[in-house]
């Protein structure tokens, strides 16, 4: 279990470059179950929760080969086993789209229950099991597992989603993409990785139209043949590295995004006086004088993401004036304040909302990742503030940005990752 430790209070200069997105990839992955051929996949990010998947799928029998840092050939055709190995499964969130894909290809499938962040919140699937049951399957858990089952195979249907879910619309995608007929997803959520999953679908042979609108529609074909694809870059890395300015002050040169794709974090980092230049695939944050409070809710696609908000937040402590958060989406997104305290925050929490009252300075202390946003919230704060800080749990961290070190080190910054002695860990849990 390692560590970071930053030496802070250094403005960021220079130019990044983006991996590609997670969570697109993370399901991406998994869908490749259905393909009957081979899959190469382009912009993959080397982070752990897309190594832990790739291992998931070696382990089940296919065959996975990398043909340069971010580019992977996945073929499932050798797979001959609808249930996921257990040790792996809890270690990502992400699992839960095994379910969709086991169910399209084998109309069965055994998944360990998600593990994951943990906010402090409940993770339900029910949505996920409405659209599975929807399309025809019986779904039960038990003994910490997921059982779905469709011995007739699965059915198109109308399915509305009672809340708005990224993981439930790219599930329901999944399992409906092989199904008989035609399903609707209605009260579809509408991010950047569920038009990514669907362009990934139809470039193998899926029928998908109305991605990234509330309405999709799949008309379910027999098979999927392989084909090369690039995925999107990541939004929210790369809105991690635009806070990161705000925070410290400087001009960074954000490369490999897609700036439509920004424009929800963009219009927020303006309103704090950022000045953001947007260029064909890359944007520059520059942050001006002083750094203004704002208000801010969290929402889903186009809203402001949530997966920004911890960032965001670490930022505003330093910013002139009170702002106020309100989180949307999930029920507890904040137990990171309290690490952001020890270095001088001032922030409020009662329940979904957050008053974070702005503070001249930061000062370095010893705090942890209590999850991966949360993590990265703490990178910022750590280097922004005046003296050394020293973040533990990193590898929530490591689940979702691909060399955050190294990238930071590009920019400037004074952060390394070190290798604690046992005898000097932190406790994970306080
Ligand atoms: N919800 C339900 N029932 C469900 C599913 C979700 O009530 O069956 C609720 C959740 O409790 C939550 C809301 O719906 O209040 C939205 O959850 P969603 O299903 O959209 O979240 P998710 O698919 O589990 C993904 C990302 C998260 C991100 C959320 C929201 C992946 C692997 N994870 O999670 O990303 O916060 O969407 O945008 O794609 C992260 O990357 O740090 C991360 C946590």
Redesign the pocket.
């Known amino acids: 279990m390692d560590k970071f430790i930053i030496n802070g209070n250094k403005t960021l200069h220079g130019e990044v470059t983006v991996s590609g997105a997670?969570?697109a990839v993370?399901a991406i992955i998994p869908a490749t179950i259905m393909v009957n051929g081979v899959c190469r996949i382009e912009n993959v990010p080397r982070v752990s929760d897309v190594i832990i998947q790739l291992e998931i799928l070696q382990q089940m029998g296919a065959r996975v080969r990398s043909l340069n840092p971010t580019t992977v050939e996945i073929d499932c055709r050798g797979m001959r086993n609808a249930r996921t190995p257990e040790d792996l499964m809890r270690k990502l969130?992400?699992s839960y789209y095994l379910i969709g894909t086991l169910l399209g290809r084998y109309h069965k499938a055994e998944v360990a229950m998600p593990g994951g962040?943990n906010f402090g919140?409940?993770?339900?699937?029910?949505?996920?099991v409405k659209g599975f049951e929807a399309l025809g399957a019986t779904v039960s858990i038990k003994n910490g597992y997921v059982y779905a089952e469709a011995p007739q195979g699965l059915r198109g249907a109308n399915v509305y989603l009672d809340?708005?879910?990224?993981?439930?619309t790219m599930n329901v995608m999944l399992a409906a993409t092989m199904a008989q007929g035609q399903t609707v997803i209605e009260n579809a959520?509408k991010?950047p990785?569920i038009v990514d999953l669907a362009n990934f679908l139809n470039a193998m042979g899926a029928d998908i139209m109305g991605a990234g609108t509330d309405v999709i529609k799949i008309r379910g074909v027999e098979t999927l043949h392989g084909g090369t694809y690039s995925v999107i870059p990541d939004q929210?890395e790369a809105g991690t590295y635009m806070a990161a300015v705000m925070a410290t002050g400087g001009s960074v040169l954000v490369r490999n995004v897609i700036p439509k794709h920004l424009e929800c974090i963009t219009a927020k980092l303006e309103e704090m006086g950022a000045q953001v230049e947007e260029l064909d695939d890359a944007v520059r944050v520059t942050r001006l004088e002083p750094l203004n409070k704002i208000n801010l809710k969290t929402l889903?696609y186009p809203g402001f993401?949530?997966?920004m908000q911890p960032q965001l937040v670490a930022a505003l402590c330093l910013a002139q004036g009170t702002s106020v958060i309100t989180e949307g989406?999930?029920?507890n997104r904040y137990r990171y304040v309290e690490e952001l305290r020890r270095m001088g925050a001032r922030i409020q929490v009662d329940g979904k909302v957050a008053i974070v009252e702005g503070v001249p300075e930061l000062t370095g202390a010893k705090v942890q990742a209590c999850?991966?946003?949360a993590g990265a919230a703490m990178v910022i704060a750590g280097l922004a503030a005046h003296g050394t800080t020293e973040v533990d749990g990193i590898a929530y961290i490591e689940r979702?940005y691909e060399n955050i070190v190294e990238k930071l080190q590009g920019l400037g910054a004074d952060i390394t990752r070190v290798t604690v002695p046992e005898e000097d860990r932190m406790p994970m849990a306080r």
């Open positions: 997670k969570n993370v969130r992400a962040c919140g409940v993770r339900p699937i029910d949505q996920h809340v708005v879910s990224v993981g439930a959520a991010e990785h929210i889903p993401p949530t997966d989406v999930w029920d999850d991966l946003r979702g």
